[in-house]
């Protein structure tokens, strides 16, 4: 069995049977194949399971200073031997081990950030600069979209990115799938859905069930980097941190509805968290910093 094989094998357990998304998968091949360059294990060499399968603990942290000399800090460090781990289950599994369990390796201590959200006036002021700042009226009105819908919504960067025009019209709520490919329902206030039809009124492209619901300059699906970059502009202009990041509006989203009264579980589904705790982390941002404009529902649900 070649290296491929071994690879092509793992990608296709991790999206098929373990339902992981395209970035989470590319991710756990890349770094299952350092550790194949590490066991000597290249692209001309065969590789068996059995073989992979006897990996040792020694092995992997000798693999994982390696990767620690090279530069990578502490929570680099625990995400790979999370995926090392799930390798070699996979592995020892195809070896014949019905019952696998992983290395024993302690990972590197990695202390949980707290959330660092934008202020409700900020995360509209950013929206509003990303449009001013576009090369083209319909490329802002499509940052200012997408960066509402972030806010407004609480999506991850990636479900917006991903949702195609067979989402129109909208209504006040839509489905959005997520990670470990997940539906929830999120709601769509009306400044949302406004900004979203603005964009829509403008765009060069059509738009059709199975196109990308924003676009590229050049007609594309609309790619991660250039909504960070349209945030970055933003952010410089209004002189706000670095922290100012697209996925610090899904945070301001979450934390101001915690602060407004919602419950954690009702939080979490919003959200899409797999376990209650990856949401509790809400409740350690200090809301009087940021709660001075409050509403009894989402700060903006009634602007429109």
Not at 241 to 255: I, M, N, V
């Amino acid at each position: 069995m070649t290296r491929a094989d071994v690879l092509e094998a793992w990608g296709n357990h991790l999206a098929q049977a373990r339902r992981r998304s395209a970035h989470t998968t590319r991710a756990y091949l890349a770094t299952a194949a350092r550790l194949l360059d590490f066991l000597g294990k290249d692209i001309t060499a065969s590789v068996a399971w059995a073989e992979l399968a006897r990996c040792t603990s020694e092995d992997l942290r000798r693999h994982l200073a390696a990767r620690r000399a090279g530069g990578i800090g502490n929570a680099s460090a625990a995400r790979e031997l999370s995926a090392l781990k799930a390798f070699l289950i996979f592995a020892r599994q195809q070896a014949g081990d019905a019952m696998a369990a992983p290395p024993r390796v302690r990972g590197p201590r990695v202390k949980k950030g707290i959330p660092r959200p934008v202020t409700p006036d900020e995360a509209v002021n950013l929206a509003a600069m990303a449009d001013e700042l576009a090369s083209d009226d319909w490329i802002g009105a499509r940052d200012r979209a997408v960066l509402v819908l972030l806010y407004g919504s609480g999506l991850r960067i990636s479900e917006a990115l991903s949702l195609t025009g067979a989402v129109m019209p909208l209504g006040d709520r839509l489905v959005v799938l997520g990670k470990g490919n997940k539906e929830r329902v999120v709601p769509i206030l009306p400044i949302v859905r406004a900004a979203i039809e603005d964009y829509l009124a403008k765009c060069p492209w059509p738009l059709s069930a199975h196109t990308a619901l924003f676009r590229g300059a050049k007609g594309g699906a609309l790619s991660q980097g250039m909504v960070q970059k349209a945030m970055a502009r933003a952010r410089t202009a209004l002189g706000l941190p670095q922290t100012a990041t697209p996925h610090a509006l899904r945070h301001s989203f979450a934390t101001h509805l915690l602060g407004a009264g919602a419950d954690l579980r009702s939080l979490q589904e919003l959200l899409g968290h797999a376990s209650l705790g990856s949401t509790q982390i809400y409740t350690q941002v200090d809301a009087a910093t940021l709660l001075d404009v409050y509403r009894n529902a989402h700060p903006r649900e009634n602007e429109s």
